[in-house]
Every structure is written in C-alpha cells, then in structure tokens.
C-alpha cells in the first residue's frame, strides 16, 4: 500500500503565494518521480511539475517561473512552491508518485485564486 497525503491548498489572493506538501508512506522501496497534476472540471488532468529522485525536474509551461517543485528524499516528500498565483490557477491539484512503474495519487487539494 502506498499513501500521498497532501496539505497546503487553499485561498489565497491573485498574486500570492502558497506552498503544496506531499508526504508518501507505504511501500515505497521504489520511489522515483514524484510530481503535482491538476485537473479543472472537465478538462484532463494536466501536468504541473515533475521531479525526479536524482532532481531534474519539468515544468508545465503556463507555471514556468512562478512554480518551484523541490523534494526531500529522507522524507519522501515533495513540495510546490506557487508564486504569483493567478485566478486561472484555481483547481483541484494532485501530487503522485511513480514506484516500480506505477502511478499512484493523493486524493487532491483545492487551491482557489480570487482576483
């Protein structure tokens, strides 16, 4: 059994700041990539960032420059620092873990932007 918790959403005013966690317990002997996705309401799921164990990390390009994913292997957690936050950015986001080759996910986090 795996387990991402996240924590760290919430409101917060266009051009503010927040920062998502994500802890992963469980079986995780074969914790590789760990990133965030997020999903608008009737839209696929997108990827936001993506950092490897080694730390080369990827970005989507609408949050280049204004996100920064890090992570803490003796913890087995990643972090999404979101800087100037825009309305547009409101959605429900989902951190995952890649382990042994399979997929895994929280169950979300609402990060909501008022302009």
């Known amino acids: 059994q795996v387990q991402l918790v996240e924590s760290g959403g919430g409101l917060v005013q266009a051009g503010g700041s927040l920062r998502l966690s994500c802890a992963a317990s469980g079986s995780i002997f074969s914790l590789n990539a760990m990133g965030w996705y997020r999903q608008a309401p009737g839209k696929q799921r997108e990827l936001v960032a993506r950092i490897t164990s080694g730390g080369s990390t990827n970005y989507a390009d609408s949050v280049k420059g204004r996100f920064t994913i890090s992570r803490d292997n003796a913890k087995n957690t990643v972090y999404l620092q979101m800087n100037s936050l825009k309305p547009e950015d409101t959605v429900v986001y989902y951190c995952?873990?890649?382990?042994?080759?399979?997929?895994?996910w929280g169950k979300g986090t609402l990060v909501t932007v008022s302009s």
């Open positions: 995952n873990a890649i382990i042994g080759g399979i997929y895994y």
